[in-house]
């Protein structure tokens, strides 16, 4: 896809320089997605790591909690429902158009999810409690997807920046709120409570779904029939790589995080058993590790800028791995609080870094035609191998130790590079420019 196919006309005489900057986040649209953004980053760990910490402070072995985690997949799998979500109206809702009625929906079963997880417990009622978290999962993902929609088509690519950068902000002060603010919650009030306040926080993102308008570029898109809405964006994506060179971008987007993805369902018990109170995690990794991450979202922007796609494409993959092997020092000096700086630090950091890398790499490799569903897509498979691993990381720890874990989450990134060095001389023209 050529440059010129890629751009909005409007996007001709965009203003640039501080002009530009100053009226990209100036727009409505930009204060919109700070609020959605929130929305979107609030259950994404209430429904992991949280739920994770919650369970294994109850007592639950971290097998168990190993194969609960299995349940937040259905963040992974947006990508199957995601046609639909183009092709139909949300039913009751729908009068308020595709894109606010799913949204407004999802945000709603969000609230009440959310709630059941509270009241429940996973000491009262562990299969009740596990469908709650996947209701909260199949929500937020729905949410997730129609955030993306709406980004992209509420403002003209000059305006994307501005969006992406406001969303990222609220999404960060969302895990803040829902990591660290629900960890001192649990400790100094309680587990129950710590919930039923991350659901009433979910009424400040559907108080922006309500008030915002709705996308006008939806309706001037052809309509397609339900096979096409699901067979079209796979087909353009095969056809503009190729066969080869596209199995090749998905398979390196899926294998990119996992290192990282690995450690998300242990990393919550193993601060606990490392000797580290919920108050102490919530301060480090939630709070102090937050602004951390959004240090190294901000390198990983300067280092695209500056060297373009596959220069910071491996430095993320490669420091990313290597931040796992900090975790083996905290569980050679437990409840040292200097080790749990210095692993979140460095995690943190790599994460961010790559995050950002990651994200401007799958939204070069997205049509403008089909950006949600494939975007989706490509956001999915980010995440599958390590949370198909990280169900069974439980059994991993119990049969390794931790040190035996981590180390092998570590080389777990030597297949990324390996396709990464078939990829290298055809990351340059794989993208869409």
């Not at 751009?7 to 609020?35: C, M, N, V, Y």
């Not at 090749?248 to 601060?271: E, N, T």
């Not at 490392?274 to 300067?302: E, H, Q, R």
């Not at 700086?341 to 990651?358: K, Y």
Request: hydrophobic share 55%.
């Amino acid at each position: 896809m050529s440059a010129t196919a890629g751009e909005d006309e409007g996007d001709k005489t965009a203003p640039h320089g501080w002009r530009g900057i100053l009226k990209a986040f100036s727009t409505p649209s930009a204060a919109t997605l700070f609020f959605l953004g929130f929305g979107s980053g609030l259950p994404f760990l209430l429904v992991g790591y949280i739920a994770s910490t919650w369970m294994r402070d109850v007592g639950l072995e971290l097998g168990l909690i190993g194969l609960v985690s299995y349940a937040s997949l259905l963040y992974t799998f947006k990508f199957f429902w995601a046609p639909l979500l183009d092709r139909f109206n949300a039913p009751l809702i729908g009068f308020l158009g595709r894109r606010r009625g799913w949204l407004i929906l999802s945000q709603i079963v969000l609230v009440l999810a959310l709630t059941g997880m509270g009241w429940l417990g996973p000491q009262a009622s562990l299969s009740l409690f596990i469908a709650c978290l996947g209701l909260a999962a199949a929500a937020g993902a729905t949410q997730d997807t129609m955030v993306d929609a709406y980004r992209i088509e509420i403002a003209p690519q000059s305006a994307q920046a501005a969006l992406a950068a406001t969303y990222t902000l609220g999404y960060r002060i969302a895990l803040i709120a829902s990591g660290a603010g629900v960890l001192y919650l649990a400790e100094f009030w309680n587990w129950r409570n710590a919930y039923f306040t991350m659901a009433a926080l979910m009424l400040v993102p559907l108080g922006a779904a309500l008030v915002a308008r709705e996308p006008d570029q939806l309706h001037s898109r052809p309509q397609r029939t339900l096979l096409e809405s699901f067979i079209d964006p796979f087909v353009e994506f095969f056809r503009r790589n190729g066969w080869v060179l596209a199995l090749a971008l998905l398979a390196f987007v899926g294998l990119y995080k996992l290192p990282d993805q690995m450690l998300g369902v242990i990393a919550g018990p193993f601060y606990l058993d490392t000797g580290f109170t919920k108050a102490d995690i919530a301060t480090v990794s939630k709070l102090y590790g937050i602004w951390i991450g959004i240090g190294g979202a901000f390198l990983g922007g300067f280092a695209v800028a500056a060297w373009g796609m596959r220069l910071p494409l491996l430095i993320a993959a490669i420091t990313v791995a290597l931040s796992n092997l900090l975790f083996i020092v905290m569980s050679l000096h437990p409840g040292e609080l200097w080790t749990f700086v210095l692993a979140i630090s460095g995690d943190n950091l790599a994460q961010g870094f790559a995050g950002t890398v990651l994200v401007a790499y799958m939204s070069s490799l997205s049509s403008r035609y089909f950006t949600a569903t494939q975007y989706a897509l490509l956001s999915s498979l980010a995440n599958l191998p390590g949370k198909l691993i990280g169900g069974v990381s439980g059994f991993m720890v119990e049969s390794w130790g931790y040190t035996g874990f981590f180390i092998f989450s570590t080389l777990s990134i030597v297949p990324t590079l390996l396709v990464m060095a078939w990829l290298w001389p055809r990351l340059s023209r794989s993208a869409p420019s």
